[in-house]
């Protein structure tokens, strides 16, 4: 079964820092490119970010380019978010959200993690 | 940068066929994908590329698209059914795009 769980969430001061985890289980994490999508409170989706499954291919959403960094270990099968300078705009949770593979084009996200809040606030 | 324009809530009753937009320019070239999503709960994969199920979900869900509109259309509907809807498609420019969601209201 495929199992996408995601920590590292909480509350931090604006200007701070914190790092998302997601550990992957139920599948050969090496072998599918990942993302990271938010929700703000009572707002849509977002799409934040996606690495490719060697980790040579990185895109970020314009709202947060320069402030986060995506990353993975496939020997750890994770997927990682460090983001820094938070801001209030970023209260959110986060989902990391595999690709099923295929083209970035044609590409659904087939599996979600249950999620973890940010919460940016002094 | 790449949009997609969905209708803030639809509301069909028990039964019926619902039908949920998302608007883009020149969509139909593009791969859209459909997410329900109910409260507290991550979303779910209901359409991809376009017009495909995943498996384990209902035949009742399908999906068109063409010209600057795609749909997902939800047959019987069911309470059940009662959740919000995003598209999302993949824009070379943006990068992963969500439509701002629809909330279905089953009546």
């Known amino acids: 079964e495929v199992q996408l769980v995601e920590s590292g969430g909480g509350l931090v001061q604006p200007g701070g820092s914190l790092r998302l985890s997601c550990a992957a289980s139920?599948?050969?994490?090496?072998?599918?490119?990942m993302n990271w999508v938010r929700q703000a409170p009572g707002k849509g989706l977002e799409w934040v970010s996606y690495?490719?499954?060697?980790?040579?291919?990185?895109y970020y959403a314009d709202s947060v380019k320069g402030r986060f960094t995506i990353s993975r270990d496939n020997a750890k099968n994770s997927l990682y978010l460090q983001m820094n300078s938070l801001r209030a705009e970023d209260t959110a949770v986060y989902y990391c959200?595999?690709?099923?593979?295929?083209?970035?084009?044609?590409?659904?996200?087939?599996?979600w993690g249950q999620g973890t809040l940010v919460t940016v606030s002094s | 940068s790449y949009e997609l324009t969905q209708p803030l809530s639809v509301s069909v009753a028990l039964g019926q066929t619902a039908r949920i937009t998302c608007g883009g320019n020149?969509?139909?070239?593009?791969?859209v994908h459909w997410y329900q999503q109910k409260p507290g709960q991550a979303p779910v994969l209901v359409i991809y590329?376009?017009?495909n199920r995943p498996s384990g979900i209902p035949e009742r869900f399908s999906g068109s698209n063409s010209g600057n509109t795609a749909t997902l259309t939800i047959s019987r509907a069911q309470a059940g059914d009662e959740a919000d809807y995003y598209c999302?498609?993949?824009?070379?420019?943006?990068?992963?795009?969500f439509g701002g969601g629809t909330k279905l209201t089953v009546l």
């Open positions: 959200a595999r690709s099923s593979g295929g083209l970035l084009e044609t590409s659904p996200y087939d599996y």
């Open positions: 020149n969509i139909g070239s593009k791969n």
């Open positions: 139920g599948f050969t994490f090496s072998s599918y490119e």
């Open positions: 590329r376009d017009s």
């Open positions: 690495i490719s499954s060697s980790g040579s291919t990185i």
């Open positions: 999302q498609v993949w824009d070379s420019s943006t990068g992963g795009v």
